[in-house]
């Protein structure tokens, strides 16, 4: 039987693109996406496609061709629930801040409880799908509560994780490298997996798409957003040495990358990698190796984490290093709130953490993104304050100030930091010799920057 009707839960930064996406490719499929918060249900529904709540370029241009065609978005989750044969799990996954496992565990609280209402409201057989990231085995753990369903329905559970990357979402699910479905080998795991190959392939080249058993497609998640942190800080504990030796860092890495057998990517020198995926999942995956007793696993993951964090302080101390060799006021411009250009993402970007040292340090700084929204970036910081309860509260607002444009750090003697690679940064060398630009994403022409990192 051709599947007709499927739930997403979760509206969010992979919920909202990949059912867009899904309901592009499969009109004839009515897909609901639902979500614990109204108000960003209703921002999906909104007429004007700048209000939808994710930016993603592409994204808005399907929305208008799918959205109450074949797409929806809807605040009933029972009733998608009810309505649908699949069923996508899309919550968010953070670590855990209490209990056992705190700071370091996956918290699984919004998938349980989607695992909950699924089995209150079923009457009859689906098909469940991780696509949220998650620890090993978490399928366990849903088939048990599942099994609690009154209405003696039958559930597969299959995981579908996510490879997308912001900014280039669309793209990335248009053109996945690979599709990825674990499901279990009985006769009805197979089944369900059957299903699922059936929709990708309507626009995914079949040897594209990977089917594997449960537990190898959820550690296969893990383990790739590991490997691709691990470039980045292998590259960034580089560029420290190559300040303390004088080589070059883009030259080191452009070397390295030559070789067909590294290959180029992710090896750009950076203020460390930001995003809510890959500190989490490295966490993941260190809680992980500790609980199986693989201590040496779990600090080989751990130092990547470690040598992010160390990048971050070590930009902190070069502004500063800058600032007292040329005597210039505690005043920072901070370009880039996001994690990386093209998202109005900014959950656990380097420039919350470099900014709220250099408040620490009694520093005025002013933000300036093209795509983040002004109270998103007080957030952040009071967010990190709430953690870290460093700051005095009542400085955080007094000492931060958004602007709208750049016009702000045309102020002459301003220090201006490059945090995040936007394109409207890559025109700042008019600006002339007024201003000093610290670019640590390393992303103008050498010749065109004032200072480098
Ligand atoms: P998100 O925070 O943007 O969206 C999750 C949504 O789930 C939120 O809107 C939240 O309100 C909703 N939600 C939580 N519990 C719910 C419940 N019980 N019922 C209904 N709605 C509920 O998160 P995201 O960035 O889309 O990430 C989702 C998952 O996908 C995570 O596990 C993440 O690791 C993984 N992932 C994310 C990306 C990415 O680029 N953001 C890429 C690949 C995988
Ligand atoms: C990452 C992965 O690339 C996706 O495959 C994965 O699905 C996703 O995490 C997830 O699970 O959430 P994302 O975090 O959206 O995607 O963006 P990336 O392009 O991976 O960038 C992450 C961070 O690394 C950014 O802060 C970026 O600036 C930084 N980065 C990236 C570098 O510092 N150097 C590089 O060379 C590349």
Same mark, same amino acid.
């Given at each position: 039987?051709?599947?007709?009707?499927?739930?997403?839960?979760?509206?969010?930064?992979?919920?909202?693109?990949?059912?867009?996406?899904?309901?592009?490719?499969?009109?004839?499929?009515?897909?609901?996406?639902?979500?614990?918060?109204?108000?960003? %249900?209703?921002?999906?529904?909104?007429?004007?496609?700048?209000?939808?709540?994710?930016?993603?370029? *592409?994204?808005?241009?399907?929305?208008?061709?799918?959205?109450?065609?074949?797409?929806?978005?809807?605040?009933? %989750?029972?009733?998608?629930?009810?309505?649908?044969?699949?069923?996508? @799990?899309?919550?968010?996954?953070?670590?855990?801040?209490?209990?056992?496992?705190?700071? @370091?565990?996956?918290?699984?609280?919004?998938?349980?409880?989607?695992?909950?209402?699924?089995?209150?409201?079923?009457?009859?057989?689906?098909?469940?799908?991780?696509?949220?990231?998650?620890?090993?085995?978490?399928?366990?753990?849903?088939?048990?509560?599942?099994?609690?369903?009154?209405?003696?329905?039958?559930?597969?559970?299959?995981?579908?994780?996510?490879?997308?990357?912001? *900014?280039?979402?669309?793209?990335?699910?248009?053109?996945?490298?690979?599709?990825?479905?674990?499901?279990?080998?009985?006769?009805?795991?197979?089944?369900?997996?059957?299903?699922?190959?059936?929709?990708?392939?309507?626009?995914?080249?079949?040897?594209?798409?990977?089917?594997?058993?449960?537990?190898?497609?959820?550690?296969?998640?893990?383990?790739?957003?590991? @490997?691709?942190?691990?470039?980045?800080?292998? %590259?960034?504990?580089?560029?420290?040495?190559?300040?303390?030796? *004088?080589?070059?860092?883009?030259? !080191?890495?452009?070397?390295?990358?030559?070789?067909?057998?590294?290959?180029?990517?992710?090896?750009?020198?950076?203020?460390?990698?930001?995003?809510?995926?890959?500190?989490?999942?490295?966490?993941?995956? !260190?809680?992980?190796?500790?609980?199986?007793?693989?201590?040496?696993?779990?600090?080989?993951?751990?130092? !990547?984490?470690?040598?992010?964090?160390?990048?971050?302080?070590?930009?902190?101390?070069?502004?500063?290093?800058?600032?007292?060799?040329?005597?210039?006021?505690?005043?920072?411009?901070?370009?880039?709130?996001?994690?990386?250009?093209?998202?109005?993402?900014?959950?656990?970007?380097?420039?919350?953490?470099?900014?709220?040292?250099?408040?620490?340090?009694?520093?005025?700084?002013?933000?300036?993104?093209?795509?983040?929204?002004?109270?998103?970036?007080?957030?952040?910081?009071?967010?990190?304050?709430?953690?870290?309860?460093?700051?005095?509260?009542?400085?955080?607002?007094?000492?931060?100030?958004?602007?709208?444009?750049?016009?702000? %750090?045309?102020?002459?003697?301003?220090?201006? !930091?490059? @945090?995040?690679?936007?394109?409207?940064?890559?025109?700042?060398?008019?600006?002339?010799?007024?201003?000093?630009?610290?670019?640590?994403?390393?992303?103008?022409?050498?010749?065109?920057?004032?200072?480098?990192?």
């Amino acid at each position: 039987m051709k599947i007709k009707n499927i739930c997403c839960i979760g509206a969010g930064y992979v919920g909202g693109p990949t059912m867009a996406v899904i309901a592009l490719k499969c009109p004839e499929i009515k897909i609901t996406v639902v979500d614990a918060n109204k108000d960003k %249900i209703n921002k999906w529904n909104s007429s004007n496609l700048d209000d939808i709540p994710v930016f993603e370029p *592409g994204l808005k241009e399907i929305i208008s061709k799918t959205r109450n065609k074949n797409l929806f978005f809807s605040k009933d %989750i029972d009733k998608a629930i009810e309505d649908a044969e699949i069923i996508f @799990m899309a919550v968010n996954t953070p670590t855990k801040e209490e209990g056992e496992g705190a700071g @370091m565990a996956t918290d699984l609280k919004y998938i349980e409880s989607c695992a909950k209402d699924i089995a209150r409201v079923s009457k009859g057989n689906k098909i469940v799908v991780e696509k949220s990231t998650l620890p090993v085995r978490t399928a366990e753990k849903i088939k048990e509560i599942l099994s609690l369903s009154k209405n003696n329905c039958k559930f597969e559970v299959i995981s579908n994780p996510e490879f997308l990357a912001e *900014g280039t979402a669309i793209n990335d699910l248009f053109k996945s490298d690979r599709v990825l479905i674990g499901g279990e080998q009985s006769q009805s795991g197979k089944n369900a997996v059957k299903k699922l190959v059936e929709i990708y392939k309507r626009w995914i080249p079949e040897h594209k798409i990977l089917t594997v058993n449960v537990w190898s497609a959820e550690l296969s998640k893990l383990a790739s957003n590991a @490997m691709l942190a691990q470039r980045i800080s292998s %590259i960034n504990s580089l560029s420290a040495l190559c300040e303390a030796t *004088g080589a070059e860092i883009d030259e !080191v890495s452009s070397a390295v990358g030559r070789d067909h057998r590294i290959g180029s990517y992710f090896l750009k020198v950076s203020p460390g990698f930001g995003g809510s995926c890959f500190q989490k999942d490295i966490l993941n995956l !260190v809680y992980l190796s500790k609980f199986y007793g693989l201590h040496e696993v779990a600090e080989y993951w751990h130092q !990547v984490i470690k040598i992010n964090d160390y990048q971050r302080l070590r930009i902190v101390e070069k502004i500063v290093l800058f600032i007292n060799k040329n005597k210039l006021s505690k005043e920072v411009s901070i370009l880039g709130w996001s994690f990386k250009k093209d998202t109005n993402d900014s959950r656990e970007s380097s420039s919350i953490y470099v900014a709220y040292e250099l408040l620490k340090l009694d520093f005025k700084i002013s933000v300036y993104d093209p795509k983040v929204n002004p109270e998103r970036i007080i957030e952040d910081i009071k967010n990190l304050n709430n953690k870290r309860k460093k700051l005095n509260p009542n400085i955080i607002e007094t000492n931060i100030n958004i602007c709208s444009n750049l016009n702000y %750090i045309k102020k002459p003697k301003n220090i201006a !930091v490059i @945090m995040t690679e936007w394109e409207e940064f890559k025109n700042l060398e008019n600006l002339g010799d007024k201003i000093f630009l610290l670019d640590f994403r390393n992303f103008i022409d050498k010749e065109k920057t004032t200072i480098r990192f």
